[in-house]
């Protein structure tokens, strides 16, 4: 199951469970999905926090010492989330945090300039709009969205 944050024309957030990504597009794509606030079915995922870009990389490479990421730009996940999952989820954030560099919401530009070979070639993680991920996949930059959970361990 994935959990997605969406957000109707009206800009009410409310959360969704789907079986994958491709149950979500279609069920979209029929307007099966309705705000429960406005009854709109012109439904969109919600802010796509954070993503990734770089891929794969070939070699180890010594990571630069991360920046601390500025105070909680957690927004993309609301209401209940099964504690096994948010267990995993706490620590795929840890995993992220702990081998990718925060860039924020410079994120499409950065992965933009890595993809170009302008800047240097590793795992990053930041903010971006569903519209600036739908534009990265266009131009065949790997990104991924990701449930950004509060910290656990303080
Ligand atoms: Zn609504």
């Known amino acids: 199951m994935i959990h997605y944050a969406l957000r109707c024309e009206a800009g009410h957030e409310f959360d969704g469970w789907f079986k994958d990504s491709a ?9 099966l999905l309705e705000c429960p606030f406005c009854a709109s079915t012109r439904v969109t995922r919600a802010l796509m926090t ?8 070939d070699e180890p490479s010594p990571q630069p010492p991360a920046a601390p990421p500025p105070a909680a730009p957690e927004k993309a996940v609301a209401g209940p989330i099964p504690p096994a999952l948010y267990a995993a989820l706490a620590r795929l954030r840890a995993e992220i ?25 590793r795992g ?10 739908e534009a990265l996949r266009e131009e065949g930059i790997e990104v991924q ?10």
């Open 145 to 154: 969205s990701i449930p950004w959970v509060p910290r656990t361990d303080g």
């Open 50 to 57: 954070p993503a990734i870009a770089g891929g794969r990389r």
């Open 23 to 31: 149950t979500f597009e279609k069920t979209a794509a029929k307007g």
């Open 97 to 121: 945090e702990r081998t990718c560099e925060y860039v924020g919401s410079a994120f499409a530009e950065e992965a933009r300039r890595i993809h170009e070979g302008e800047a240097e070639r």
């Open 124 to 133: 990053i993680y930041g903010e971006a709009t569903p519209e600036e991920a």
